[in-house]
């Protein structure tokens, strides 16, 4: 089956720098990436998503890139606020189920 | 908010009470899921429904039974649960499963805010 490897599983920067979380995946069929970020005593909430088809996307300060031949995407996040404070997710979708990465806790330090 | 809920928030029980967990999604999807959320472990599927009928069912003990009774709804109905089945209990929807007939490609899942749920 899939297996997503996340990494780093902490990451500490300073407002208004960017973070990078990045993902690998084993199944080359997979076909769909999302990301969720997990706020404390909250369920993960869907960020930003990106298909096979498609190399990178944008959505404000949310970037995704993703590069099939090596099998890993990441996660940008530009002009960091202390409001992005959470656990972030990768997850890839190979058939009909979506495998999700570890979780990487992101602290944004005013 | 997502448009699932689900209740209870939390949840304490012994390990020989039965209890149920429910969830309820509002935006009109036809696929609902049951993770686990364990610390230190990633999410794990637990179950799937496509239009009111388990497509998938990940390796899961019988003491945790699932019960779609229409689109809207999901249950988890636990009983006899070990102290390690303590976690979170995380719902999810889709419009669509993306094994089901439709081809369609809208298999976004939407998640809620989860029972925590201790095993005593």
């Known amino acids: 089956g899939e297996n997503v490897e996340q990494h780093p599983s902490t990451l500490s920067v300073q407002e208004g720098d960017s973070a990078v979380i990045k993902c690998t995946y084993s199944d080359s069929a997979s076909n769909y990436f999302p990301w969720y970020k997990q706020e404390l005593g909250k369920g993960p909430q869907l960020i930003i998503d990106?298909?096979?088809?498609?190399g990178e996307k944008k959505d404000q300060r949310i970037a995704v890139t993703l590069n099939k031949t090596a099998k890993h995407f990441s996660l940008h996040i530009t002009e960091t606020q202390p409001e992005d404070s959470a656990v972030y997710f990768c997850?890839?979708?190979?058939?009909?189920?979506?495998?999700f990465g570890g979780g990487t806790r992101l602290m944004v330090k005013p | 908010e997502t448009g699932v809920t689900q209740t209870p928030r939390h949840l304490v029980m012994g390990m020989t009470n039965k209890k149920s967990l429910k969830c309820e999604q509002h935006?009109?999807?036809?696929?609902m899921y049951w993770y686990k959320q364990s610390a230190k472990k990633p999410l794990e599927l637990m179950f799937v429904y496509s239009l009111e009928e388990r497509v998938e069912n990940n390796s899961v003990p019988s003491r945790f039974s699932p019960e779609c009774p229409n689109s809207s709804h999901l249950f988890l109905h636990l009983h006899t649960l070990q102290p390690e089945d303590s976690a979170l209990y995380l719902c999810?929807?889709?419009?669509?499963?993306?094994?089901?007939?439709?081809?369609?490609?809208?298999?976004?899942?939407?998640f809620g805010p989860g029972t925590r749920l201790t095993v005593t």
């Open positions: 999810a929807s889709s419009q669509e499963f993306p094994g089901g007939t439709s081809g369609g490609m809208n298999y976004e899942q939407y």
């Open positions: 997850a890839a979708k190979a058939g009909n189920m979506l495998t």
């Open positions: 990106i298909r096979s088809n498609v």
């Open positions: 935006l009109g999807h036809n696929a």
